[in-house]
C-alpha cells in the first residue's frame, strides 16, 4: 500500500483524487505547504471485519517517516492507496525463495503466515543487527537464513545477495519472492535467471528503496 502522511506543521491531510498513477503527478502539483509525504508499505496483517491493519515501521535518523511516527498520537489522520498483492506464486512451483534486506521483512513474515505452503521454502532475510533477528515459528520445510551487518561497513542487501548465490536452492520448478534496496532485488534476479535457470516470470523482484536516495513526494 501507499501510505500518505502529514508533513510536520501541517493541520489537515490532503489526499490525491486520482485512482490510477496520476495520483504521483496530482502529488507533486500540490504546493509544498498543503502536499503530504507518500511512502510504500506492506501491510503486516489485516482484519477486515475490525476494520483494523497493521503495519512495522523501522525507526532510523530523522527521516519524515521517523519522525511522524515518533510524534503522531490516536486520532490523527493518514490515507493509504490499496496497491494489491504482490506475491504470485504459479501453479506449478515446487519450491520457494524469499529473500529481502529489513525492508522486506514485514512482507516476508506477512507471506509465511498467509500462505502456509508445503513447498520447501528457503528463506533469506538481512538484518542491519543482530538484535534485529527475531525468533519466528515455521511450518515444516521453511528454512530461515538471517544475516546481519553488525560492525560492517557493508552496502545493504550484499550478504543477502551472497548468501542466496552460494546456497543450495529446493529443487525447482522454483517461485522466488525478492525485495529490499534496488542492488539486491534486481542482483538476486539476475542471478537466478542467467545463473540458476530459473524463467524470469517465477521471479517477482521489487525494488522498495535506493541507498543514497530518498523517496519522491
Not at 503495519?55 to 496497491?83: C, K, N, Q, Y
Request: charged share 25%; aromatic share 8%.
Amino acid at each position: 500500500m501507499r501510505l500518505f502522511f502529514p508533513r510536520e506543521g501541517q493541520c489537515d491531510l490532503r489526499m490525491p483524487t486520482a485512482s490510477n498513477e496520476a495520483w504521483m503527478a496530482q502529488v507533486l502539483l500540490m504546493p509544498k505547504a498543503a502536499r503530504p509525504w507518500v511512502r510504500n508499505l506492506t501491510i503486516r496483517s489485516l482484519r477486515p471485519a475490525e476494520q483494523e491493519l497493521d503495519i512495522e515501521f523501522a525507526l532510523h535518523g530523522d527521516s519524515p517517516m521517523t519522525s511522524w511516527v515518533r510524534r503522531v498520537r490516536p486520532g490523527d489522520r493518514a490515507g493509504i492507496f490499496d496497491l494489491g498483492t504482490m506475491y504470485r506464486p504459479p501453479d506449478h512451483a515446487r519450491g520457494r525463495l524469499l529473500a529481502g534486506d529489513e525492508s522486506a521483512l514485514p512482507a516476508i513474515l506477512s507471506i509465511l503466515d498467509s500462505d502456509p505452503s508445503p513447498l520447501p521454502t528457503e528463506v533469506f532475510v538481512e538484518v542491519a543487527r543482530a538484535r534485529d533477528i527475531r525468533s519466528v515459528s515455521t511450518p515444516p520445510g521453511v528454512r530461515i537464513h538471517w544475516l546481519s551487518r553488525d560492525g560492517e561497513s557493508l552496502r545493504p542487501g550484499v550478504r543477502a545477495l551472497e548468501a542466496v548465490g552460494d546456497a543450495e536452492l529446493p529443487e525447482g520448478p522454483l517461485y522466488a519472492w525478492v525485495a529490499g534496496e534496488s542492488r539486491l532485488a534486481t542482483g538476486i534476479r539476475r542471478h537466478l535467471v542467467n545463473d540458476r535457470g530459473v524463467p524470469k516470470r517465477d521471479v517477482s523482484f521489487y525494488g522498495y528503496w535506493r541507498l543514497g536516495r530518498s523517496a519522491p513526494g
